[in-house]
């Protein structure tokens, strides 16, 4: 990762620090407040308009360019269709050297099915030469959906986002809610080798805070409380 990330908000006093060097939480006790800000980061980290701040050395940035979100950890899925277009443009970028007269060859077959077939029928027809993510999209090509834990299925979101999109950062919605602290630190510790940023955003403070996270609660009253943030 490069330099932090800093989030700031409206109802903020404390920006939020993404960085590898320590897992950024927000919790949030307050249901109405919890809702607006994981519903405000989820618009921003699709590209829309929010109320958050995402600035790097002094200029601001644009989140969904850096970073990925998961609000539901029930239910997310690495071969979403962004995320397999991503897939695709990598894939197409690697037919060159001798993988491109495989694809030559391959394209030159299909004109000659498509021109044979055009006999089959008593009206005219038209096509464009397939291109790489044609035959990609036909064959189903994807990720193999084989995990054996929750762990295993992040880490494999973390290692394609970084591979696929350069993410430098990934916001997690109640993570810590349903996995224990050993769980969350393979994680932390794979994301901390890979140089990328963590930010959890919870709605409860469940149990004690990790020595490698950095809390700001906000109360049910509002009240802003920092956690792990003066240890040295």
Not at 46 to 56: A, D, K, M, P, Q
Not at 81 to 106: D, M, P, R, S, W
Request: charge should be negative.
């Amino acid at each position: 990762m490069k330099s932090d990330i800093q989030i700031a908000h409206v109802h903020l006093e404390t920006p939020l620090v993404i960085s590898s060097e320590h897992v950024q939480l927000l919790i949030v006790e307050n249901p109405s407040e919890f809702f607006s800000f994981v519903s405000d980061m989820d618009r921003q980290m699709c590209g829309e308009e929010g109320v958050f701040s995402f600035s790097r050395d002094g200029e601001i940035i644009a989140p969904s360019k850096y970073g990925a979100m998961i609000s539901d950890v029930f239910h997310f899925d690495l071969n979403d269709k962004k995320i397999l277009n991503l897939l695709y443009k990598q894939l197409e970028a690697g037919t060159f050297g001798e993988k491109v007269t495989f694809f030559n060859e391959l394209n030159a077959k299909a004109v000659t099915l498509f021109e044979e077939l055009s006999f089959c029928v008593p009206f005219s027809l038209e096509y464009n030469e397939p291109q790489p993510s044609d035959y990609f999209k036909a064959a189903g090509v994807k990720f193999a959906m084989e995990y054996s834990s929750l762990e295993e299925k992040i880490v494999c979101y973390i290692n394609a986002l970084i591979e696929l999109k350069k993410c430098e950062f990934f916001v997690f919605v109640n993570l810590k809610s349903v996995l224990c602290d050993e769980k969350l630190m393979q994680i932390y510790e794979h994301c901390a080798v890979e140089q990328v940023g963590l930010l959890l955003i919870e709605s409860s403070k469940s149990r004690a805070i990790l020595p490698n996270e950095k809390a700001i609660i906000i109360t049910e009253d509002l009240c802003e409380i920092l956690e792990n943030y003066f240890q040295t």
